[in-house]
């Protein structure tokens, strides 16, 4: 098996990000062609999986999320897998908001950006958990 995962690699590459192959498909890692094969349901839940875990350990190196219980701190999680960190971390307001346990405050300055526009119902829904502590189920 070993000698085949070389060999395959040797012919099909080996690429972190999408890439056009010669046949002309998007595809990604070693020749997944992502427009005939895509991913399975298990490869999808790995990735959003090891991107949540990803997301947690920056939101928490970043934002003292100390006073937040887990429906608070998933608004920070949701919003930096969105915006990536450094976009999260242009809140600075909401950010401080949380900082000081100021929940409607920090719900007020969610919508006060370009994303609350461009993202729509899920910043309505985001604001509302923050504000109540709730999870508000998508």
């Not at 427009?35 to 928490?60: C, K, M, P, S, W």
């Not at 006073?67 to 600075?92: D, E, S």
């Not at 401080?96 to 100021?102: F, H, M, Q, Y």
């Amino acid at each position: 098996m070993e000698k085949l995962k070389q060999q395959l690699i040797g012919h099909e590459g080996y690429e972190h990000k999408v890439y056009v192959c010669p046949g002309g498909y998007q595809s990604i890692g070693v020749g997944r062609n992502l427009e005939h094969r895509g991913l399975t349901d298990d490869e999808i839940n790995y990735l959003l999986n090891n991107d949540i875990a990803d997301f947690t350990a920056q939101v928490e190196k970043h934002i003292d999320t100390s006073k937040c219980n887990p429906a608070r701190k998933a608004v920070l999680i949701n919003m930096a897998f969105n915006l990536g960190i450094h976009g999260l971390l242009a809140f600075k307001k909401t950010i401080a908001a949380v900082e000081r346990g100021d929940w409607d405050k920090a719900a007020i300055e969610m919508f006060d950006s370009r994303w609350a526009v461009q993202v729509g119902e899920r910043a309505d829904q985001l604001a509302e958990q923050m504000k109540t502590g709730e999870w508000y189920d998508a």
